[in-house]
């Protein structure tokens, strides 16, 4: 069965850091870019950062110079290193794995940023 199991969300103070990571499993196809989204309460996801199997990146303007998206092939993991959180941070975040012909979501870890 094809799944993404995301960890390391929680709670932090503004200005601190939280490293999150998702493995995917079960996928028959070849797994292209995985990346990060993001839902706050009564706003629509929105992508955070992706990354392709050649490691090329894309950001959100939000979090340009703030967190990092890695990616090790070999175990078809995604990281998001996410540094100098700040309150509007905090959201749910998904992780996700495009492949040709499908997309598949993690659930989804809660990421909360206080004041």
């Known amino acids: 069965q094809e799944q993404l199991v995301e960890s390391g969300g929680g709670l932090v103070q503004a200005g601190g850091s939280l490293r999150l990571s998702c493995a995917a499993s079960g996928i028959f196809f070849r797994i292209n870019a995985m990346g990060w989204y993001r839902q706050a309460p009564g706003k629509e996801r929105e992508l955070v950062a992706d990354?392709?199997?050649?490691?090329?990146?894309n950001y959100a303007d939000s979090v340009k110079g703030r967190f990092t998206i890695s990616r090790d092939n070999a175990k078809n993991t995604v990281y998001l290193q996410m540094n100098s959180l700040k309150p509007e941070d905090t959201a749910v975040y998904y992780c996700?794995?495009?492949?040709?012909?499908?997309?598949?979501w993690g659930q989804g870890t809660q990421v909360t940023v206080s004041s």
């Open positions: 990354i392709t199997s050649g490691g090329r990146t």
């Open positions: 996700s794995a495009t492949t040709s012909p499908y997309n598949y």
